[in-house]
């Protein structure tokens, strides 16, 4: 009698252990190592400085919109402060390193746990807020410390910025795109491993019911209120550790940059790429961080073409136009983001040729 082979239609978990595995097959297991083989062997030799440039910002990026979906997409905690809270890890960093005389590897990991402290001050109030009144709050905290950026002088030089020493690590001088790329992907990767397995943790699970119902998870005996400064905590410590990186990245920084727009664009970074999800988070750090190259381009280019300067004008106050349009177009047609579509992707190359 011949034999029918059958072909799955889709991944099914028979034992509690399978729920909590990363990869689900040795496919993706593959994959990943993959994936680690190109970013830290292939791709630094075959970019240019320019794009090894974006590529480290993109890295930067990543890691902050990481903590901020943490705390938005997994514990429902709305935060517009988050640009705010990367601007204190970057002068903790800048300040440790000129004041106190921190090495890189030290001020990094400090202005990580100094942003930490400042992000559970700011989340006090979500004992009693929620919602509206908690993005108000945090909104609060992002001219706050955007006031103290520029008019606390003696600790932050003010307008004048902070220039700061070379990064050196273990006695080697991290000096070009290149050895920096090698340490912000370095952090990029253990920091987004640890946030992974931390979702599967009790504290994952914590914020999660926190998200779907904090009534009910409180019901349950879940601490609701130690949970949530938790998770400003470890959403602060990535935005924090992401300023420091990039303040030595950058070489000098200034309270200009650290804006409500940058706290607008993490918020387009994890909507875009998918609300409650790792790679979803990176997925809108790319985006993003490329749309801005691509507006910031487009200017220079028509700028440089005689009789096209009135179109680079048009084109340069467009960021906010685009980043608003790209989360409204995502929010009705996407609503997953871009995770939800790399899913699909993926799910159809696992059931290939089968639709479903």
Same mark, same amino acid.
């Given at each position: 009698?011949?034999?029918?082979?059958?072909?799955?239609?889709?991944?099914?978990?028979?034992?509690?252990?399978?729920?909590?595995?990363?990869?689900?097959?040795?496919?993706?297991?593959?994959?990943?190592?993959?994936?680690?083989?190109?970013?830290?062997?292939?791709?630094?030799?075959?970019?240019? %400085?320019?794009? =090894?440039? &974006? @590529?480290?910002?993109?890295? #930067?990026? $990543?890691?902050?919109? *990481?903590?901020?979906? /943490?705390?938005?997409?997994?514990?429902?905690?709305?935060?517009?402060?988050?640009?705010?809270?990367?601007?204190?890890?970057?002068?903790?960093?800048?300040?440790?390193?000129?004041?106190?005389?921190? %090495?890189?590897? =030290?001020? &990094? @990991?400090?202005?990580?746990? #100094?942003? $930490?402290?400042?992000? *559970?001050?700011?989340? /006090?109030?979500?004992?009693?807020?929620?919602?509206?009144?908690?993005?108000?709050?945090?909104?609060?905290?992002?001219?706050?410390?955007?006031?103290?950026?520029?008019?606390?002088?003696?600790?932050?030089?003010?307008?004048?910025?902070?220039?700061?020493?070379?990064?050196?690590?273990?006695?080697?001088? *991290?000096?070009?795109?290149?050895?920096?790329?090698?340490?912000?992907?370095?952090?990029?990767?253990?920091?987004?491993?640890?946030?992974?397995?931390?979702?599967?943790?009790?504290?994952?699970?914590?914020?999660?019911?926190?998200?779907?119902?904090?009534?009910?998870?409180?019901?349950?005996?879940?601490?609701?209120?130690?949970?949530?400064?938790?998770?400003?905590?470890?959403?602060?410590?990535?935005?924090?550790?992401?300023?420091?990186?990039?303040?030595?990245?950058?070489?000098?920084?200034?309270?200009?940059?650290?804006?409500?727009?940058?706290?607008?664009?993490?918020?387009?970074?994890?909507?875009?790429?998918?609300?409650?999800?790792?790679?979803?988070?990176?997925?809108?750090?790319?985006?993003?961080?490329?749309?801005?190259?691509?507006?910031?381009?487009?200017?220079?280019?028509?700028?440089?073409?005689?009789?096209?300067?009135?179109?680079?004008?048009?084109?340069?106050?467009?960021?906010?136009?685009?980043?608003?349009?790209?989360?409204?177009?995502?929010?009705?047609?996407?609503?997953?983001?871009?995770?939800?579509?790399?899913?699909?992707?993926?799910?159809?190359?696992?059931?290939?040729?089968?639709?479903?």
């Amino acid at each position: 009698m011949r034999k029918l082979k059958l072909h799955p239609c889709g991944k099914f978990n028979e034992q509690y252990g399978e729920e909590l595995t990363i990869f689900s097959t040795d496919f993706g297991r593959l994959w990943m190592w993959v994936g680690l083989f190109l970013l830290f062997v292939v791709l630094p030799f075959i970019c240019k %400085p320019y794009h =090894l440039y &974006v @590529i480290n910002h993109i890295g #930067i990026a $990543a890691i902050a919109a *990481v903590g901020l979906n /943490i705390l938005i997409g997994y514990t429902g905690q709305i935060s517009l402060g988050h640009g705010a809270f990367f601007g204190v890890g970057a002068y903790a960093a800048a300040i440790l390193a000129t004041a106190v005389g921190f %090495p890189f590897w =030290l001020s &990094v @990991i400090s202005a990580g746990v #100094i942003t $930490a402290f400042v992000g *559970v001050l700011f989340g /006090i109030p979500s004992v009693r807020l929620k919602h509206l009144y908690l993005t108000i709050a945090t909104l609060a905290g992002q001219f706050i410390l955007q006031y103290i950026f520029v008019q606390w002088e003696s600790l932050t030089k003010g307008p004048m910025g902070i220039m700061l020493p070379r990064a050196t690590l273990f006695g080697i001088d *991290v000096k070009g795109d290149r050895n920096f790329y090698y340490v912000i992907f370095v952090c990029f990767v253990i920091l987004t491993w640890v946030a992974v397995n931390l979702i599967r943790t009790r504290f994952g699970r914590a914020f999660i019911a926190i998200r779907d119902n904090d009534r009910a998870a409180e019901g349950m005996g879940i601490p609701i209120f130690k949970y949530k400064l938790i998770s400003f905590a470890i959403s602060s410590f990535y935005a924090g550790f992401a300023g420091g990186l990039a303040a030595y990245y950058i070489g000098s920084i200034t309270p200009e940059p650290y804006t409500l727009m940058l706290s607008v664009e993490y918020i387009a970074m994890i909507i875009i790429g998918g609300l409650g999800s790792i790679p979803g988070a990176v997925f809108g750090a790319i985006f993003i961080t490329l749309l801005n190259e691509i507006l910031s381009q487009s200017t220079q280019f028509f700028m440089n073409i005689e009789g096209l300067a009135k179109i680079a004008l048009t084109i340069a106050p467009l960021r906010e136009f685009v980043f608003g349009l790209a989360i409204v177009l995502f929010i009705i047609f996407e609503p997953k983001g871009l995770a939800e579509v790399w899913r699909i992707i993926r799910s159809g190359f696992r059931l290939w040729p089968f639709s479903y």
